[in-house]
C-alpha cells in the first residue's frame, strides 16, 4: 500500500533526480525551450540560487520522488518583489494523478507567508497540439485559478516548428 504524498523543501540530494525530469522536459518537449540537457552541476547551482529567496518544494512518496515545484524571480528590480514567476515539472509517469495541484497549493501556501501577492507562469502554448506540446499545461494553470493575460505569437522555436507563449497570473491578494 502506498503512503500519502509529502510536499517538502527540495534537498541537495534530490538534485540528480529532479534533473531527469527536467531533461525529459528538454529532450521531448516544446515545454522547455532549451535545446540542451542541463549538467549536475548547472541544476544544482540553480536550484541553490532559487532557494535563497524563494520557496522550491518537492512532492515525495515512499522515498520516490514525483516532481517539483519552485517560485522565482519575475523582475530583477525591487519594484516586483512581491510578484514570482511559478514552475513546476512533474515526473512524467506522475502527470494526471492530482500530485501537481498539491505541489502548487503548498507553493501558494509558502509564497502567501513570504508576502508574495502575484503569481505568474510562462507557458508554451502551441496554436495546434502536436507530439511536442499540448495544451495541458495552460489547462493545469486554469484549473489552478490563474487567468490568461498576455500571448506571444511563434517566438519560440523547437523541433522545427515555432510555438506559442502564453502568460497566465494568479493573485493571492486582491484589492
Request: net charge negative.
Amino acid at each position: 500500500m502506498q503512503t500519502e504524498v509529502v510536499i517538502r523543501t527540495v534537498r541537495d540530494e534530490d538534485a540528480p533526480e529532479l534533473l531527469k525530469f527536467y531533461n525529459y522536459y528538454i529532450e521531448n518537449t516544446a515545454i522547455h525551450f532549451d535545446y540542451d540537457p542541463w549538467t549536475l552541476e548547472q541544476f544544482t547551482d540553480r536550484m541553490h540560487q532559487i532557494k535563497e529567496g524563494y520557496p522550491y518544494l518537492v512532492a515525495e512518496q515512499d522515498g520516490k520522488l514525483l516532481g517539483f515545484a519552485y517560485a522565482g524571480v519575475f523582475k530583477a528590480r525591487e519594484a516586483y518583489k512581491h510578484s514570482v514567476e511559478t514552475t513546476i515539472y512533474m515526473n512524467p509517469e506522475q502527470k494526471g494523478k492530482g500530485v501537481g495541484r498539491k505541489l502548487y497549493e503548498a507553493l501558494e501556501a509558502e509564497c502567501r507567508k513570504r508576502g508574495i501577492r502575484n503569481l505568474y507562469a510562462c507557458i508554451g502554448d502551441p496554436e495546434v497540439e502536436d507530439e511536442y506540446l499540448t495544451h495541458n499545461s495552460v489547462e493545469f494553470h486554469t484549473h489552478m485559478g490563474y487567468h490568461l493575460v498576455g500571448r506571444f505569437h511563434k517566438c519560440g522555436r523547437k523541433f522545427n516548428r515555432f510555438y506559442d507563449m502564453v502568460w497566465m497570473e494568479k493573485l493571492l491578494v486582491e484589492e
